[in-house]
């Protein structure tokens, strides 16, 4: 099987034994083995996050990770307004999604690609009474850039409201311990820093906070993250087909986690952030933020004068390397992401092939 160095946000890179758990014999979701599965699985979620599962659930769904900021959104708000965190894409399709909803909603914007200001939020709520929930991206990809959210946890829960965090491209990629960040909810995916095969999606609930929803509108049938836990523990098994190959490939991705160790992950990604940046700023390309603002998960690029993205993109992709093009309205930008299942080997030969791509293109790099 050919293998593509995926350098973007998501989906990643994955393992050749992470793809091969798919083939596995048919089998129907409401059997017991697959229930024990599903148990398995949601326990594990728990275990990356250090939550534990007398106050935490994990709730699986079968879409991407879009579907379970949808579900968290149109679930856990009653009769108040949610108030959105944005410095980026991520955080506005927040706001969409609320909107989409008819959710009372509102959102703090901050510069896509700075830091939030959190006097800002803590100066909003003390003057909006009205405010339910807090909604906030922890690795905004837009950008790369990281929001601190045990910072944001802190203001929300001296409010006394609702927090809800995005960690759909940080989860496994960046320790996090949900009893300091105090989410009480935390959205995840299977595609990204956990190595496993887009379709599937989760969100971590605090149970107590959860069983306050049983009596909140109903906006999702599919979605309504009550409704999935309800009956995941009554019957352990989810309410709806899931996707059933995606989640063997889930269930290895965890245990080759677990195998590689989360901290060394994290480092691991790091030090492959470390050689990817030296060697662009060796090649010439500015960074769009400040260093101690990174992620150290994905990076954005200001494109330099006559950079032709697209050509580069398409000489990139014959030889089995995929960038990302950025997501700026008011800067030309990319992204390269050092997740996934990838090493020191694929960043060297993606060095070395953007090196000879651009020595050979009609247009000259702008050295610094």
């Known amino acids: 099987m050919k293998r593509n160095i995926l350098l973007t946000p998501g989906p990643t890179t994955t393992s050749f034994t992470v793809k091969q758990s798919q083939i596995i014999p048919d089998i129907c979701p409401r059997e017991k083995d697959f229930g024990k599965l599903l148990e398995s699985i949601a326990l594990d979620l728990l275990k990356v996050i250090n939550a534990s599962p ?19 959104i149109s679930s856990v708000i009653n009769k108040g307004r949610l108030l959105v965190l944005e ?96 989410a009480d909810y935390l959205i995840g995916s299977s595609n990204k820093c956990l190595q496993g095969i887009p379709g599937l ?84 390309f500015e960074f769009l933020l400040e260093p101690e603002d990174e992620s150290k998960l994905i990076t954005t690029y200001i494109e330099p004068p006559f950079f032709n993205f697209k050509e580069v993109h398409d000489k990139l992709y014959k030889k089995g390397i995929i960038i990302y093009p950025g997501k700026l ?12 299942d990838i090493n020191y080997k694929d960043i060297e030969y993606f060095l070395e092939t953007l090196k000879n791509i651009l020595e050979n293109t009609k247009w000259k790099m702008v050295k610094q």
Not at 58 to 70: N, P, R, V, Y
Not at 91 to 103: D, L, Q, T
Not at 132 to 146: M, P, S, Y
């Open 54 to 72: 007398k106050d935490y659930t994990s709730i699986l769904l079968t879409g991407s990770g879009t579907a379970a900021m949808e579900a968290a």
């Open 87 to 182: 410095n980026g894409a991520y955080g506005y399709r927040f706001y969409e999604i609320a909107k989409a909803h008819s959710i009372p909603v509102t959102r703090i914007k901050f510069p896509w690609g700075k830091i939030i200001d959190y006097n800002s939020l803590d100066t909003y709520l003390k003057k909006h009474s009205n405010i339910e929930a807090v909604a906030i991206i922890h690795n905004e990809t837009t950008t790369g850039i990281l929001n601190n959210i045990e910072e944001a946890g802190k203001i929300v829960k001296k409010h006394n409201k609702t927090y809800i965090i995005d960690a759909i491209s940080s989860f496994a990629g960046k320790l996090i311990d949900i009893n300091k960040v105090k």
């Open 201 to 284: 999606s989760f969100v971590i609930c605090k149970k107590s906070e959860l069983e306050k929803t049983k009596t909140f509108p109903v906006r999702s049938y599919y979605l309504n993250l009550y409704r999935n836990y309800k009956y995941f523990e009554n019957y352990n098994q989810t309410p709806f087909t899931p996707a059933i190959t995606t989640i063997y490939a889930l269930r290895e991705a965890l245990d080759e986690l677990f195998k590689e160790g989360i901290e060394n992950r994290v480092e691991r990604y790091e030090n492959l952030w470390n050689l990817l940046t030296l060697g662009m700023a060796l090649l010439g």
């Open 329 to 340: 309205l008011n800067k030309s930008t990319f992204r390269i992401g050092n997740i996934g």
